[in-house]
């Protein structure tokens, strides 16, 4: 198992921008940000793989970028005009094609709201 620690969230007005990170307690290999808005299943909303190939929702294609820096074992997520339904708690995680592998750490909440 690997623990991950999500960070960066919080209260942002429409339009504007945040940039979150995930530490990871070892080597990481493909890995994807999570999203949960209240009431909601769990999504899938970006991933990166190991040499870098990024895939996106398309919900959120062109507005968020997925990064990483292996040396670090760090996964960012840099998120541009959000929008009020980006609100959510964002999770990070490894993953197997788009399920995730290990537990989840807490989250980091995201809020988009004037």
């Given at each position: 198992?690997v ?9 942002v ?36 793989r ?10 959120v ?16 997520l ?15 995680n ?21």
């Amino acid at each position: 198992q690997v623990q991950f620690v999500e960070s960066g969230g919080g209260l942002v007005q429409p339009g504007g921008s945040l940039r979150l990170s995930c530490a990871a307690s070892r080597t990481i290999f493909s890995m994807g940000w999570f999203r949960q808005a209240p009431g909601k299943q769990r999504e899938l909303v970006a991933s990166i793989r190991p040499g870098g190939m990024s895939n996106y929702a398309d919900s959120v294609k062109g507005r968020f970028i997925i990064s990483r820096d292996n040396a670090k074992n760090t996964v960012y997520l840099q998120m541009d005009s959000l929008k009020p339904e980006d609100t959510a708690v964002y999770y990070c995680n490894r993953i197997l094609g788009v399920v995730p592998l290990d537990s989840w750490g807490q989250g980091t909440q995201v809020t988009v709201s004037s």
